[in-house]
Structure formats: C-alpha cells, structure tokens
C-alpha cells in the first residue's frame, strides 16, 4: 500500500539554523499538508498546497516557513532560522482529489532545536 | 471547550472488553476522522464519517456522529493490547478548506 514518507526522522539542529524538512507524498495525490505536535499538546496545521501554491496557512505559518515542491515527488517544510519552540514532531500528509477526503500521514521528522 | 475534543482523555481496560471514546465540536463540519497514533510515532488514519452519515462500520471500529449534538463516538469491540495508543477526532469544515483540527487525544491502554 502506498505510504507518505518522510526524512529524516529526526533532526537536531542549533537554534538560528535552517532546515528543510522532506516528505514523498503519495504519488497520485494532489493535495499536500504540514502539521506540527508539540510534545505533549494537540497536532495542529501549519499549511496547505495545491497547485503549485499555498491554498491554506495558519497563525504558526509566519515568514520563517516555506514549502516547495522542487520537483514531481517531493515536497518541502524550510525553517528559516529555528527557535526553541519550534521543536515538535513535523508531519506530512497528502489526499487525493479533493480538498475534503482522507488525509494520509506519514511516520513524521522530529525536529530538535538546542 | 475547543473543537475536536475527547474524552475521556485517559481510558484503561482489559483486552476482549470495549473501549468507546467520544469527541465534542463546535462548529459546522464536513466531515469527521477518527485516528490512531503509538507512543512517538505516525498518525494512522481509522475512518472517516461524513456529516451526512450516522454511523459507520470498519472491521472491530465503530464510529457514530450526531451532528444535532455536535459530537462523535468511536467504539473499539473486542480490543487487544496492540490497540493500545492514543485516538484523536479530526474535524474537517465546511468553508471548502482541508484543515484538519485534531482534539487532544484519548490515551487508551489496553492489557492483556
């Protein structure tokens, strides 16, 4: 059965640094999400995309994010300059054709920031 | 209380009882996801219940959704130790955007 996948599975990084978060999501899906789970706390949105672009974003999706899909499999998550509090399990998910269907999520990046 | 939220937030029983959660919104929906997540690991996705559905059935999963009451149930019949994990509700809206918003979760602990 196919599987989002992501990488790496965890990451540890020093505050201020960039990272980029990667995910394959399923290969016949259109639609394509971030969330992230702090420790502990409920999983919450990040982003949305569609068609090349950003369809839906929340609060926490400030300037430091970015997402691209570079190419016709992957799809990216870029911190900028990490903080502290944005260490959290990073998940990515896909669904097929309609913004309204099931979302399939992957195994997820744990993102460190000392 | 915010939408998507369980409870109990904590349940343990033994392996061949029943194990129901339930889940409380607040706005208008699309639909409703039920999904399983193991200690530090993926959220696996259970079933999805449209606001026009009542109930639906997948395998020992049975998930009911009352939307007069703005609330679902998810019953777990016969459960095993390897259900034990934590269950979020997922609330998708109607505005034509895919946001999911996920409740806190109930711990279920099941043993043998």
């Known amino acids: 059965e196919p599987e989002v996948t992501q990488t790496p599975s965890h990451q540890v990084t020093q505050m201020g640094q960039e990272v980029i978060l990667r995910c394959v999501p399923i290969s016949n899906h259109l639609y394509f999400y971030w969330y992230r789970q702090i420790l502990g706390q409920k999983v919450e949105f990040l982003v949305s995309?569609?068609?090349?672009?950003?369809?839906?974003k929340s609060e926490i999706f400030d300037d430091q994010f970015s997402v691209e899909r570079p190419d016709g499999s992957n799809f990216t998550l870029k911190i900028r300059s990490t903080k502290l509090e944005d260490s959290a399990m990073y998940f990515c998910?896909?669904?097929?054709?309609?913004?309204?269907?099931?979302?399939?999520f992957g195994p997820g990046t744990r993102l460190t920031v000392l | 209380s915010q939408q998507g939220e369980e409870d109990p937030q904590a349940l343990s029983i033994q392996e061949g009882e029943n194990a129901t959660m339930n889940c409380s919104y607040k706005?208008?929906?699309?639909?409703l996801q039920w999904y399983r997540q193991n200690s530090g690991r993926g959220l696996v996705h259970l079933i999805l219940i449209r606001s026009n559905e009542r109930e639906k059935h997948s395998g020992r999963l049975r998930v009911t959704l009352d939307t007069s009451k703005k609330s679902s149930s998810l019953l777990i019949t016969a459960s095993r130790a390897a259900d034990t994990a934590s269950y979020f509700c997922a609330t998708q809206g109607n505005s034509g955007y895919s946001t999911l918003t996920f409740g806190k979760g109930t711990m279920l602990l099941v043993s043998p």
């Open positions: 995309f569609y068609n090349n672009e950003i369809s839906e």
């Open positions: 998910a896909s669904s097929p054709d309609t913004s309204t269907d099931t979302q399939y």
């Open positions: 706005t208008s929906i699309n639909n």
